[in-house]
């Protein structure tokens, strides 16, 4: 069986943000797969999706000090700045994480990690809000 919708999420800062709870309270649907997987894509290239701690927010903070140090705004080498200095930047840093997570369901609940969570990673200074697609597959 699969199921499928899409989600539009309120636009977030520059960062790193747990959005575990946002998926699960737009899929009611995941209660009727015993056994599955649920696919989040993100539908742009500016942005990305990961599984990481979900309790400490000092990790989140951590992930975007790092990822400004590993693609600097203003690289003298980058031509696609189009969309101002955080535009390369973003793209790289989409690519690097990637732009899906597939994660388990068990008895209708996502079967993460006790310190699991998904991660929004907002890598653009302006967020008009990302649009995910949200696919259940299973029985």
Request: hydrophobic share 35%; glycine share 8%.
């Amino acid at each position: 069986m699969f199921f499928q919708k899409e989600i539009k999420l309120k636009p977030f800062s520059r960062g790193f943000h747990l959005i575990t709870n946002v998926i699960t309270s737009q899929l009611s649907e995941m209660n009727d797969f015993r056994v599955g997987f649920l696919q989040i894509f993100i539908k742009h290239t500016s942005a990305s999706l990961t599984i990481n701690e979900n309790c400490d927010p000092t990790v989140r903070g951590d992930f975007e000090r790092h990822f400004n140090i590993l693609f600097p705004e203003n690289a003298s080498y980058y031509q696609h700045d189009y969309e101002g200095p955080d535009d390369m930047p973003a793209h790289l840093k989409s690519s690097t994480l990637g732009c899906q997570v597939m994660i388990p369901i068990t008895n209708g609940k996502l079967n993460l990690g006790t310190w699991q969570g998904i991660y929004l990673c907002e890598h653009r200074n302006q967020d008009h809000g990302r649009n995910l697609v949200l696919t259940i597959m299973g029985e």
